[in-house]
């Protein structure tokens, strides 16, 4: 199976999991694969609350309602992709530079699914680069900062984020205690939010294997 049929065939079993109600979708091609099959099954929600304006445009390209976070409450389940993610189900995320929205709508969900193809499960993060939305203004000093911690910061050329910010992208971190390491960067000043998704990790994670889907959790 291909890289993409694998992620079609997580997004198909991500199905199985959306409840009645409103839920929250991610970003990517993975997400996007998902945002497909949900259009499949659009009479079983109220709507759904959208992690980045271009998710926003395909649930509305599919006739699903964009519902407003702050209007929906507490959603039951908030389905997603990952850059890379370890069997303790901690995660980098915001390749596709929608970081800050999909942690915040991840922390309003009871329930993170996180649907990847097998090349993104790792025994340790930062081999992808971690991405950290910045205040414009702040670039410079935020990448001394990270330099600080070890690592190599870019800046993601002619990419700006929904909040109007810019990315940098930190090569070059082992990243042996992503719980302790998302805390510290969040810490810098002018730092938005970074990619680590370890405080709220995935709950469940379905991978997508030459063998099947496969469900694995972290306990
Ligand atoms: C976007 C993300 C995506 O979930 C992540 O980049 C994975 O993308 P894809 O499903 O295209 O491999 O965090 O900000």
Not at 16 to 26: H, T
Not at 115 to 139: H, N, R, S, W
Not at 146 to 169: A, M, S
């Amino acid at each position: 199976m291909t890289q993409d049929e694998l992620k079609q065939a997580t997004a198909r079993a991500a199905v199985e999991y959306v409840p009645a109600g409103i839920i929250g979708v991610g970003t990517g091609s993975t997400a996007n694969y998902f945002i497909d099959e949900l259009a499949r099954i659009k009479g079983r929600i109220d709507g759904a609350v959208a992690s980045s304006e271009a998710t926003a445009q395909r649930l509305k390209s599919h006739g699903i309602p964009v519902l407003d976070l702050n209007s929906a409450g507490e959603l039951a389940v908030y389905v997603d992709g990952a850059d890379e993610i370890t069997e303790h189900m901690h995660m980098i995320k915001g390749g596709g530079g929608a970081l800050t929205r999909e942690k915040i709508v991840a922390a309003c969900s009871r329930k993170f699914v996180c649907i990847a193809d097998g090349t993104k499960l790792v025994g340790m993060l930062g081999k992808f680069p971690l991405p950290v939305e910045v205040i414009p203004m702040a670039q410079s000093h935020v990448a001394r900062q990270l330099v600080k911690l070890g690592g190599q910061p870019v800046l993601r050329q002619g990419f700006t984020t929904d909040n109007g910010n810019v990315i940098l992208d930190v090569h070059g971190l082992k990243i042996m205690n992503p719980v302790e390491l998302e805390s510290e960067i969040n810490q810098i000043t002018g730092v938005v939010t970074n990619g680590l998704f370890a405080r709220r990790p995935a709950d469940v994670l379905l991978l997508g294997t030459g063998e099947g889907v496969k469900m694995l959790t972290g306990d």
